[in-house]
């Protein structure tokens, strides 16, 4: 079921075939007129979809790099998975190892927001030679255990919802915190990204409700990995942004001070009076991101 609304010509539709056989999609959007230039690759959110990063992704391939933006697997236009363990970073990252080789492309620049940040530091881990830069957006390798588990309290979760006026509803319920200074148009917008129309006319959250099973089945005492082995990798070894929602509750101020202590010459961005996640169109983020970039081959 494809997302509803007219289609954007700014970007090329691909497919690609995991390991296991999945049918996976991504956004393609051309780079513009100039010298080649490093690629840039996209990774969403726990429930949300390459439609997260259209505004960047525009400003960024305007720029003259080609950006892929992927719908991991079990979300918007990808195939959902028949085993629902396979919802874990490690298979997301051999799913983008997979992607690589088969759009052709030898390595990239890395935009990851939240759990597109740590499929990142897999990838990392498993191939590192891809990952030439890395744009972190509000992640990092611990996380706030009662932000984890406030979002396993309604990822998954069934919604009935009759309207994309109730969808609207259940949208600022869950995220309003984060975007306090959102119009009633921002909600709308943001709603059509994270739901789409099913066969009968009515919004349904656009992924798999089965992605959060291992996230509940691992049970609380794994719900904070220790990844710094995977971020210490991933920042010592190239250029890395780390950009920062003010008001976060999954990445908090301590944390984000302690990954600039173990990575100094990480270039940082804090985005104010924003939460989890920053929707990288903010002024701040995107000039950090398009300054970050503009040092980049």
């Not at 079921?1 to 539709?13: D, F, L, Q, R, V």
């Not at 009759?162 to 709308?188: Q, S």
Request: charged residues 25%; aromatic residues 8%.
């Amino acid at each position: 079921m494809k997302n509803s609304g007219a289609p954007n010509t700014a970007y090329a539709h691909r497919w690609f075939t995991s390991r296991d056989g999945l049918s996976l999609y991504a956004r393609d959007y051309p780079g513009g007129d100039g010298p080649a230039r490093l690629p840039v690759v996209c990774i969403h959110g726990l429930t949300r979809n390459s439609s997260d990063f259209d505004h960047i992704a525009k400003r960024i391939a305007a720029t003259g790099r080609r950006v892929i933006s992927v719908d991991v697997r079990g979300r918007g236009r990808s195939e959902r998975a028949a085993d629902p363990m396979t919802y874990q970073p490690p298979v997301y990252a051999r799913d983008i190892i997979d992607m690589f080789e088969q759009l052709g492309i030898k390595e990239a620049v890395f935009l990851g927001t939240s759990m597109g940040g740590l499929i990142t530091m897999a990838v990392t881990f498993f191939k590192s030679r891809l990952v030439a830069a890395a744009i972190l957006n509000d992640i990092g390798p611990e996380a706030s255990k009662a932000a984890l588990a406030r979002i396993a309290q309604y990822a998954g979760k069934p919604v009935d919802v009759k309207t994309w006026a109730e969808a609207v509803d259940y949208v600022k319920l869950h995220n309003g915190p984060a975007m306090p200074h959102y119009t009633k148009a921002d909600w709308e917008a943001f709603t059509r990204r994270v739901f789409r129309e099913n066969a009968v006319g009515r919004p349904e959250l656009d992924y798999d409700p089965n992605i959060s099973l291992p996230f509940t089945r691992a049970g609380t005492k794994a719900l904070v990995p220790n990844l710094w082995p995977f971020f210490k990798k991933l920042a010592k070894h190239r250029p890395t942004l780390l950009i920062r929602g003010e008001i976060s509750d999954l990445l908090e101020a301590p944390l984000a001070e302690k990954m600039r202590k173990k990575a100094p010459s990480m270039a940082y961005v804090e985005v104010p009076g924003v939460g989890h996640a920053p929707m990288l169109d903010e002024p701040e983020a995107e000039g950090a991101i398009l300054g970050f970039l503009a040092e980049l081959p």
